[in-house]
């Protein structure tokens, strides 16, 4: 248990629909990344927030959104969802926020679109 | 952006045997070089790391070692058990602008009897 925890552990919805995945980093991380895992683009960085102010920023879609809240959880907003959106989400936590800093995965999210 | 390339993309040994994965990288400011195994359904599990101010770093059977000027980096495991059978990924991040890590495409390796 990496001390990251992720909810809901599975989501299945249909296209169009929006959906929200929460993360809850590990006690004392002030960094929190989201990353989706796919069979064809393996695991691909979205996005950080470190203390609550965006970090830095992967090939995330305009058609998702997240933010990190004063008690440093964090959501991933996903909205207008298709059929190419279905994989694993995967939140993780670090202390710091620059280079080097260990990253601590969670458990995932597992999306499903029909 | 960093592009990180790891190969093999399967390996299969006999439980005993060691098992060398190989990853490069594209850009030289990177510093950071985790490994991660992650099992079928689970989360991705840091197994290793080493910085680019270190040569190699062993824990116990793994060990990475690190080439900054060819940009390479590679995973060696001794003395494998069926249960380091497992997806490695590797993975590089560059200093500054954050901590965002670009990962290879995955190894999946196989321990057999």
């Known amino acids: 248990d990496s001390g990251v925890t992720q909810t809901p552990k599975h989501l299945i919805t249909a296209t169009g629909q929006r959906v929200t995945l929460r993360c809850s980093p590990r006690?004392?991380?002030?960094?929190v990344y989201w990353y989706q895992q796919s069979l064809d683009q393996g695991l691909q960085f979205l996005i950080q927030?470190?203390?609550?102010?965006?970090?830095a920023k992967g090939n995330i879609l305009e058609r998702f959104s997240a933010q990190q809240f004063p008690d440093l959880h964090s959501e991933l907003n996903l909205s207008s969802l298709e059929l190419g959106d279905s994989a694993l989400y995967f939140c993780?936590?670090?202390?710091?926020?620059?280079?080097?800093?260990?990253?601590?995965f969670g458990p995932g999210t597992r999306l499903t679109v029909l | 952006g960093e592009n990180v390339e790891q190969h093999p993309s399967t390996l299969s040994v006999q439980e005993g045997d060691s098992a060398v994965i190989k990853c490069t990288y594209s850009?030289?400011?990177?510093?950071?070089f985790p490994w991660y195994k992650q099992e079928l359904g689970k989360r991705p599990q840091l197994i290793i790391d080493i910085r680019s101010n270190v040569g190699e770093k062993k824990d116990q059977r793994i060990a990475v070692t690190l080439n900054k000027t060819a940009k390479h980096f590679s995973l060696h495991i001794t003395e494998t058990q069926p249960e380091d059978s497992a997806v490695y990924f590797c993975a590089a991040s560059i200093q500054g602008g954050g901590n965002k890590l670009t990962f290879g495409t995955g190894t999946q390796l196989k321990v057999e009897l």
């Open positions: 850009d030289s400011a990177s510093n950071y």
């Open positions: 993780a936590s670090s202390v710091g926020s620059g280079g080097g800093n260990e990253q601590f």
């Open positions: 927030y470190y203390n609550g102010e965006e970090r």
């Open positions: 006690s004392g991380d002030l960094s």
